[in-house]
């Protein structure tokens, strides 16, 4: 008889184990799904500025059309990387950061649109909104590392791979030299 309690009770800290690992895979899982939404949301916001500042250096700088198409392109690409493609946005984010660095450099070479109090305002919410994607960036990173390490890690990774759960791909802007290059900008 002692058996049965002993079976019964190894058996009932075994679901309590499995309870409590999955309760906190799930609320990483949903972590880390929080912070991609709000990625999304400021890579879109991001998105949306675009058309502003390009019309407002274009009355500047007509001849620029490269530019100007590689802008239009990136955000293109920003805003058809899909819900849960963490790569293709991160590839979209390389060329977004890059297309945008060559734009800020035609602006340098006209005062007047320095100057400008509308432009001027862009400039000043698109680095707002640059500063929400890192802090956003960063707090992704933080949540799959969270769920990685629980994944990968005993005893806990003996019941994720069979509850369904993985690991998560990082957000990283892979060409960190092109983005911080200088564009060459020629007249």
């Known amino acids: 008889m002692l058996w049965v309690w002993i079976l019964v009770g190894v058996v009932a800290v075994l679901l309590l184990a499995v309870w409590v690992i999955y309760n906190g895979l799930v609320r990483l899982n949903e972590r880390v799904d929080e912070a991609w939404s709000d990625i999304t949301v400021q890579l879109k916001y991001r998105a949306d500025l675009i058309p502003n500042v390009v019309n407002t250096v274009k009355g500047y700088a007509k001849h620029e059309k ?12 920003v805003m058809a990387a899909g819900a849960n493609d963490v790569k293709g946005a991160a590839r979209a984010e ?23 109090t509308n432009f001027v305002k862009l400039q000043d919410q698109l680095q707002d909104t640059e500063e929400k994607i890192q802090a956003a960036r960063r707090f992704y990173n933080n949540g799959v590392k969270s769920l990685n ?16 759960f993985k690991a998560r791909e990082y957000f990283e802007v892979k060409d960190r030299a092109a983005i911080e290059e200088a564009p060459e900008v020629s007249f």
Do not use: C, Q, W
Not at 66 to 77: G, P, Q
Not at 104 to 109: G, L, R, V
């Open 66 to 77: 490269e530019a100007f198409e590689s802008v239009t392109k990136a955000r293109s690409e």
């Open 94 to 116: 390389d060329h977004m950061s890059a297309a945008l660095g060559r734009i800020f450099a035609i602006a340098e070479a006209y005062p007047e649109l320095k100057a400008n």
């Open 149 to 164: 390490v629980k994944v990968k890690m005993f005893p806990s990774n003996v019941f994720a791979k069979r509850l369904g």
